[in-house]
Structure formats: structure tokens, C-alpha cells
């Protein structure tokens, strides 16, 4: 089954009509929140939610803007939103601090994005501080020590949604055994020919060789690129 899609956060002052037309082209709609103002972040997420509907799932991301206090107070508050999950709430290595509200909350957690190996994913999940894994294939050193994450997440029942890099992740969160979603950023497009197709909110895996992508014009004249250094 092809992996649910994320529609990445439009800007706060982005008409309605632009939010209508992401949840029409994805599964789940993801916004930021982690403000200084947590009164703030709490209307937005509101307002989104009433534009939205029940029917759409919505994830926060405060980019590991609270402490571990913050993190409950506003994650208790963030439950009537029925969120699909809170993410990095923490500091990406606090896997103790994640584990509680993971424990403790009814929204999920997501975690794990800025972690470099697989080692430091085994001690997150080994803790409980994750409810969503969500490792960064070129970040954790490719696709072999990413998919040692992916066998320890299912043998621990969690859920995957990996970490940018779609043209990788998509065939990785395709062959996850559990649930799996993909975030949609089309940053990348230029190095590519071709492009991932969207269908009914979901990505659909392409049948062509490897990744089943190629580079474009423009990336390969990058690659021919040259500079000359003296020597000293």
C-alpha cells in the first residue's frame, strides 16, 4: 500500500481556500507551533482545525521548542484537538524527557528526525519515547541503517513517518509492515525528471528501476561543475 501523505505548514496568514486545497492533495495537514506564546499556538491549531474538520488529520511540530513542563501543560491542552501526533516536542536527545508525555498523553508522539545513526534511534525506542518514528535516511547514514530502525519500530509496534527526503522515504515507508506516512516537500523536484504521483492523498511508489528517478538536465550540469585551488 502506497504510504499516507503529509501536506507540509502553509504560512499562518495563507488563506483559507490554500488549506481546503492541501487536504484535498493529502491525507494529513502538519502546521508549527512551539511560539513563545502558547496562548497563540493554541489558536492557530484551533483555527486549523475548524477549517479543516474532523475528518483531516492534523500533527503539530514544535521543533523541540518546549521543555519538558511545557510539554505536558500544552500537550494536555492539545488533546481536544484529537491530533494525529505532537512533534519533537523536546530536545531531539532527551529520550527520557519524550518517553513521558508518550506515556502520558492520548496524542501520539513523533520523534527522531535529527538523530545521526541507528545506534541513537535503538536508545529512543528502547525508551518509549516515541509513539512515530522518524528517521532521516541520509541523516542516519542510508537506506542499510535505516532499515535496522524500521525492523526494530515494527518489532516494537510503533508507527514510521520519516523525515523529509520523500524520493528515498517513499519506497522505505512503502515496505513498513505498520503504519506509515510521508511528508510531501517538492524542495528537491529540480534534481529530477521525473515527479512522485499524488493520488487520493496518498503517494504512489513508481515502477521503474532503483528509486525511479533520474537527474535532470540541470543537476547533471552541476555535476560536471569544476574549480581549481593552488596549492600553498
Known amino acids: 500500500m502506497a504510504p499516507e501523505l503529509i501536506g507540509e505548514d502553509p504560512s499562518e496568514r495563507t488563506p483559507v481556500r490554500r488549506w481546503r486545497g492541501a487536504s484535498a492533495a493529502s491525507s494529513g495537514i502538519k502546521i508549527k507551533v512551539g511560539q513563545p506564546d502558547a496562548a497563540a499556538d493554541l489558536r492557530r491549531v484551533e483555527t486549523v482545525r475548524g477549517h479543516l474538520g474532523d475528518g483531516v488529520p492534523l500533527m503539530v511540530d514544535a521543533n523541540q521548542q518546549w521543555d519538558r513542563a511545557t510539554a505536558r501543560r500544552i500537550g494536555r491542552t492539545l488533546g481536544q484537538f ?6 519533537e516536542p523536546l530536545g531531539a536527545y532527551d529520550a527520557e524527557g519524550h518517553a513521558a508525555p508518550a506515556a502520558s498523553l492520548d ?3 513523533a520523534t527522531g528526525e535529527m538523530l545521526t545513526s541507528a ?3 535503538t536508545r529512543l525506542i528502547k525508551a518509549g519515547a ?3 518514528v522518524q ?3 541520509p541523516r542516519v547514514g542510508g537506506i542499510t541503517p535505516f532499515l535496522r530502525v524500521m525492523a526494530l519500530a515494527d518489532h516494537k509496534g510503533l ?3 520519516p523525515h523529509f527526503a520523500m524520493e528515498i522515504h517513499l519506497h522505505l515507508a512503502a515496505a513498513y509492515p505498520g503504519t506509515a506516512w510521508v511528508e510531501h516537500f517538492d524542495w528537491l523536484e529540480p534534481l529530477f525528471q521525473e515527479r512522485l504521483e499524488l493520488c487520493d492523498g496518498r503517494m ?3 515502477d521503474r528501476p532503483g528509486l525511479g528517478l533520474s537527474l535532470s538536465d540541470r543537476a547533471m550540469g552541476w555535476t560536471v561543475d569544476r574549480c581549481e585551488a593552488s596549492a600553498g
Open 159 to 161: 508507527s514510521l513517518a
Open 204 to 206: 504512489c511508489v513508481p
Open 135 to 137: 528517521p532521516d535516511a
Open 130 to 132: 516515541a509513539d512515530f
Open 107 to 109: 496524542t501520539p508522539v
Open 119 to 121: 545506534e541513537e534511534h
Open 82 to 87: 484529537q491530533l494525529a501526533w505532537i512533534e
